[in-house]
């Protein structure tokens, strides 16, 4: 087909004709958002300032945030997701290395597993190391079966380290996934030449590769923050009675003990946590392309 047969097919095709103005097409949209999204949202922060003698006040702000249990609860919190994004960065960025540098049979299947993993619910890989290190897990099992003592050593997942080491392995693949995909787009001639120069392959990563993934492991450590910030299914399910995080303090004044102004205090504080670093999360995705 010649290009003056093929230039009318690309046009663009004409709006259709409406009486309407555009921004009514943008009314049925917005009032979904307002009912799903931003009337629930208002009613948590209008709950967050009524006492529980009525009225409209800040008290519930000034308990809450002078409370030890919120100190505590918050200090969790932002430690756990550090650590969690630290180690999610670690393993991440040495798993993809891995994954897209060293051959070996099967990589491309374990590259697509790690597409299927993140739709993966929390509190299955929570159960998952349960039944491997939990009191009555497999490792217990195994150190009892053959020392015949009466219980086995693994007892780390209900202290906050377990928690950890749930978050890191629930959360590494939101790491991975933009590091494998920053990895395909690396030009290997690059590798070749450094290679051929001498260079060894810690400076390889070093000087080569690590620039490179700098955009994606910032744009993966964001997201990953986001997400343990806000993180319930993990702490609830490992049983970590010392480890109260927000989200958990919010369970706690909500349902064990009907603190319903306290509860939307302990929210509030949590989603503007979790929208400041949503900020951070997009910018940091902006200038990195993705």
Not at 72 to 99: D, H, P, Q
Not at 110 to 137: C, E, H, M, Q, R
Not at 261 to 270: G, M
């Amino acid at each position: 087909m010649s290009s003056t047969t093929a230039t009318p097919a690309l046009r663009k095709l004409p709006r259709p004709r409406s009486g309407a103005p555009g921004w009514v097409w943008a009314l049925p949209p917005v009032a979904l958002l307002a009912c799903v999204f931003l009337y629930p949202l208002v009613l948590v922060v209008q709950q967050s300032v009524t006492p529980a003698e009525g009225g409209t006040s800040l008290a519930p702000y000034a308990e809450v945030l002078a409370s030890a249990s919120f100190r505590r609860a918050l200090t969790t919190t932002v430690w756990l997701a550090l650590g969690a994004t630290a180690g999610c960065l670690v393993l991440g960025f040495f798993l993809a290395l891995v994954i897209a540098f060293v051959p070996f049979p099967g990589a491309k299947a374990v590259a697509k597993f790690v597409d299927v993993f993140l739709s993966f619910p929390s509190f299955l890989i929570t159960l998952a190391l349960l039944f491997v290190y939990g009191n009555a897990g497999m490792a217990n099992g195994i150190w009892t079966g053959v020392t015949g003592g009466a219980e086995g050593p693994f007892h780390f997942l209900t202290t906050p380290w377990g928690v950890l080491l749930a978050e890191i392995t629930y959360f590494t693949p939101f790491v991975l996934r933009p590091l494998l995909a920053a990895f395909s787009q690396l030009d290997t001639a690059q590798l070749e030449v450094a290679s051929s120069l001498g260079a060894r392959p810690a400076r390889i990563v070093r000087r080569v590769i690590l620039p490179e993934a700098l955009p994606a492991l910032a744009a993966g450590g964001s997201l990953v923050l986001v997400l343990c910030l806000n993180e319930f299914g993990i702490v609830l399910f490992t049983g970590a009675k010392d480890v109260t995080t927000l989200p958990m303090l919010v369970y706690s004044k909500a349902i064990l003990e009907s603190d319903y102004p306290a509860a939307c205090v302990v929210a509030v504080v949590n989603i503007a946590l979790s929208v400041g670093l949503y900020g951070l999360y997009r910018v940091v995705s902006r200038r990195a392309g993705a």
